[in-house]
DNA sequence: AATGTTAATATCAAGTAGATAATAATAAGG
DNA sequence: CCTTATTATTATCTACTTGATATTAACATT
């Protein structure tokens, strides 16, 4: 039954691709920002908001149920291809930071078939999107408090609606990297995207200490304070401006633009050293 | 044409999963060992190497290839599960740590058809393998050279054959975390398994600096020069000794055991403060 | 008993990071 | 114009971490 072939070309012509079962893959997208909420005080420095857009699924299965933004790949496009594409759908935007997360393929994901889905994050300065976002979609506002060390509270809302979860941070044995997911059942977010999502922020707590990826979120001019505010609430955490600006001095440049009117010593504005333009 | 469904259920009963185009999916495992090589001189210490494990292809495609050891997934199991699968084939290890990598999906990254795949990397001991290794597969010493900040230079070889390459460090953009791969051709290697040979080694050299996952590599107990040895060969650079008992110091646990008959003070044996047994 | 070798510890110096204090520059209100 | 509240920015002190060298210990061989 097995045919020889002497050549790859010969062996290709006969293949036969149905061979081996096959599935449908889709990407997900994690779009990470940082909001500016103008407070009323013009003494009131501006809060920081870390927020994450979700769309509401308006066919089944996980009708009206919040989820990332997504989509089935095409047999021509690569994953980060698609994963662009559902992006652009999404905000209009184009050359956005996006970063493979992880490929989840538990076998009964979804409920229609089998479908492995690989997960990606991408950080965008929200204020570049120009047109209103779809109807079906939204920005949520994040809180992540890590309860104990093994256990994570998630708190995402956007104004009206409220959805938590409580994650387990224990990993399966020790023989592996993935996260154990606790929520044995969320009636709001719809699939697997509460890991997703726990995920990604994870990764960019990590790797704002170590990269310089947060200055995709951020605008070309920014004050330092401004800067700092990001890390905070990405990090979670308050940190001291005097060490801050010695962390962050080498990475950022001066301009000679300041920002008055704020009832205090003027800030002086700095973007991005590593910036193109 | 557009059928309104009421209830989950009821849209899934006449759900056709033939609806998206399909693809097959792969598994390909990185599997990383540290190698003691005994030298005949009795004063010299045995000379650590850092190896994977390569297989040779005896079918088409990439015929009498290189490659790593992969499968296609089968429709009931996870990633994970078929990473599992095909390293307990091809070691008979079980409860072995692995971790998935990337997941590589060019469009023509396979000559036959349509194929993602999603690399895991596995660390073991590699003097836990009591039975031969199989006939077509094999250890690569390696040998990773930063050539330059973007550029490096891959170097494998079992003592028949040597498989180098030289692989680009430079992202595509700065709004991707892939790495560029200058390789056009690699006439020893199949498809890119050369990128995740380099991914793989990454990962662990930066994770051996703030993990625990080199003791996955460790037999049970081990001298602290026998483990430094593995930090310096994975990093590739060499270590003070008295600055590295300090770093490992609180993971590791002295026993009351030591290895003597090396002509020289012994040395005390120690395990992994975190494993089970 | 002398020698060569690695194991293990002690110590010094340089650099990093956490914290507090001091100074600067504005807008608003009198 | 002067005072006040507020944040921006810099200076400085201390504790801790890290890189490096020196010292002592314990063996096998000759």
Redesign the pocket.
């Known amino acids: 039954m097995e045919k020889k072939y002497s050549s790859e070309e010969e062996f290709l012509k006969d293949y036969d691709s149905s061979m081996f079962e096959k599935l449908s893959m889709t990407t997900d997208i994690l779009i990470m920002s940082v909001s500016t909420e103008e407070s009323e005080n013009?003494?009131?420095?501006e809060e920081k908001k870390f927020s994450i857009l979700l769309v509401k699924r308006d066919d089944y299965p996980y009708k009206d149920k919040w989820c990332l933004p997504g989509g089935f790949i095409k047999m021509d496009e690569t994953l980060e291809e698609s994963a662009n594409r559902v992006l652009e759908a999404e905000t209009n935007l184009k050359n956005i930071y996006i970063e493979q997360l992880y490929t989840f393929s538990d076998v009964d994901r979804d409920p229609r078939m089998r479908i492995v889905s690989t997960a990606y994050m991408a950080l965008i300065d929200k204020n570049k999107i120009k047109d209103d976002l779809k109807e079906n979609s939204c920005w949520f506002n994040v809180s992540l408090v890590e309860e104990t060390e093994k256990k994570y509270k998630v708190v995402l809302e956007n104004g009206k609606e409220e959805i938590s979860f409580i994650l387990n941070k224990k990993l399966k044995e020790q023989t592996t990297d993935r996260y154990e997911f606790s929520v044995a059942k969320n009636d709001k977010l719809a699939f697997d995207h509460p890991i997703v999502i726990v995920s990604g922020i994870e990764r960019l707590k990590n790797k704002i200490e170590y990269t310089d990826i947060v200055f995709n979120m951020m605008p070309k001019y920014f004050?330092?304070?401004?800067l700092?505010q990001v890390y905070e609430v990405i990090l979670n955490k308050k940190l001291?401006?005097?060490?801050f600006?010695?962390?962050i001095a080498n990475k950022v440049e001066?301009t000679d633009q300041?920002r008055?009117?704020?009832?205090?010593?003027?800030?002086?504005l700095f973007k991005y050293k590593g910036s193109k333009d």
Chains 1, 2 share one sequence.
């Open positions: 013009y003494r009131k420095l004050t330092l304070s401004e700092q001291l401006a005097p060490d600006r010695r962390i001066k300041v008055k009117g704020k009832g205090h010593r003027p800030s002086a």
